[in-house]
Nanobody, 124 residues
Framework: QVQLVESGGGLVQAGGSLRLSCAAS????????MGWFRQAPEKEREFVAA????????EYADSVKGRFTVSRDNAKKVEYLQMNSLKSEDTAVYYC?????????????????WGQGTQVTVSS
């Protein structure tokens, strides 16, 4: 298991940028693909982005493609989500998650460890 803690959320105007971080503890960070999900009020948790254990493969939801970039630093055990050109519809609680193995899954049930979430609010 890996423990995850997100940071970097906040309030930003539409068109602005934020960078989320997800710090992991445990010795097996390299064994996990990492993902970002978000959940808006009264909506289901949805996939945002994922990155393979090596960082060589990434996946994005269509709604964020071209605006968000996922990355990771295995030496520091940190995953990042750079969010640019933010829109009001990006407002949500953002969660990082870890999935054991080599794939970069989009499904919530593929992820075995979750952070507590960080709020991102985009004002229009």
């Amino acid at each position: 298991q890996v423990q995850l803690v997100e940071s970097g959320g906040g309030l930003v105007q539409a068109g602005g940028s934020l960078r989320l971080s997800c710090a992991a503890s445990g010795r097996t960070f390299r064994s996990y693909a990492m993902g970002w999900f978000r959940q808006a009020p009264e909506k289901e948790r949805e996939f945002v982005a994922a990155i393979s254990w090596s960082g060589g493969r990434t996946e994005y939801a269509d709604s964020v493609k071209g605006r968000f970039t996922v990355s990771r630093d295995n030496a520091k055990k940190v995953e990042y989500l750079q969010m640019n050109s933010l829109k009001s519809e990006d407002t949500a609680v953002y969660y990082c998650a870890a999935s054991p193995g080599f794939a970069t899954p989009r499904g919530v049930t593929n992820y075995t460890s979750w952070g507590q979430g960080t709020q991102v609010t985009v004002s229009s």
